[in-house]
Nanobody, 124 residues
Framework: QVQLVESGGGLVQAGGSLRLSCAAS????????MAWFRQAPGDEREFVAA????????NYEDPVKDRFTISRDGAKNTVYLQMNNLKPEDTAIYFC?????????????????WGQGTQVTVSS
């Protein structure tokens, strides 16, 4: 059974940085796409970034381009989201997601494995 466990969230001031981790277990993720989504109170879950596990190809939501970086460590079966120059509007619960294949879908409905989420709060 696939399990995704996020960590690394917290409270940070605007302009600061955080690195989120998503530890994956239950299988190897070769041939999978891993993604990060976020959901702020009252908002729908929105796409942040995705990575093709095999090729390392990435895709980002426009507001986080040049500030966030998604990466993976095959030896640790872990996906990371490095977040720099954080803004108050980045405040949300961040979720890790996975699906088989190679296409970097940005729709949450396209992913069928999910973690429980980690809270990120950015103060102004």
């Amino acid at each position: 059974q696939v399990q995704l466990v996020e960590s690394g969230g917290g409270l940070v001031q605007a302009g600061g940085s955080l690195r989120l981790s998503c530890a994956a277990s239950g299988r190897t993720f070769s041939g999978y796409v891993m993604a990060w989504f976020r959901q702020a109170p009252g908002d729908e879950r929105e796409f942040v970034a995705a990575i093709n596990w095999n090729a390392g190809i990435t895709n980002y939501e426009d507001p986080v381009k040049d500030r966030f970086t998604i990466s993976r460590d095959g030896a640790k079966n872990t996906v990371y989201l490095q977040m720099n120059n954080l803004k108050p509007e980045d405040t949300a619960i961040y979720f890790c997601a996975a699906r088989s294949g190679s296409i970097l879908y940005s729709s949450s409905g396209s992913y069928y494995f999910w973690g429980q989420g980690t809270q990120v709060t950015v103060s102004s």
